[in-house]
Nanobody, 123 residues
Framework: QVQLVELGGGSVQAGGSLRLSCAAS????????MGWFRQAPGKEREFVGAITWRDGNTHLADSVKGRFTISRDDARNMVHLQMNSLKPDDTAVYYCATTGAYSYQSVGAYGSWGQGTQVTVSS
């Protein structure tokens, strides 16, 4: 079993930046696909991005492409989500998750989830 904890959430004005981190225990993050999702009030949980274990490639949703970056720190067994040029529509609870499947965009593919961290972007 893997345990995940999201860190770095908070409040920021539009145009600002935040860096989220996901600390993992129980599993080496380089051996699983790590995903980032978010859920805004009244909306379904939404794919943000992922880094796939097989090839190490990063994948981002169109809504955040060009603004967000995913990275993996193997030495610290962590993954990060750097969020730049934040918009009010980015306001949500952000989750990290792991999956052994290749369908990294699907919520249902992920078996382990963190508790989430709130990101609030004001105008």
């Amino acid at each position: 079993q893997v345990q995940l904890v999201e860190l770095g959430g908070g409040s920021v004005q539009a145009g600002g930046s935040l860096r989220l981190s996901c600390a993992a225990s129980g599993r080496t993050v380089s051996t699983v696909t790590m995903g980032w999702f978010r859920q805004a009030p009244g909306k379904e949980r939404e794919f943000v991005g992922a880094i796939t274990w097989r090839d190490g490639n990063t994948h981002l949703a169109d809504s955040v492409k060009g603004r967000f970056t995913i990275s993996r720190d193997d030495a610290r067994n962590m993954v990060h989500l750097q969020m730049n040029s934040l918009k009010p529509d980015d306001t949500a609870v952000y989750y990290c998750a792991t999956t052994g499947a290749y369908s990294y965009q699907s919520v249902g593919a992920y078996g382990s989830w963190g508790q989430g961290t709130q990101v609030t972007v004001s105008s």
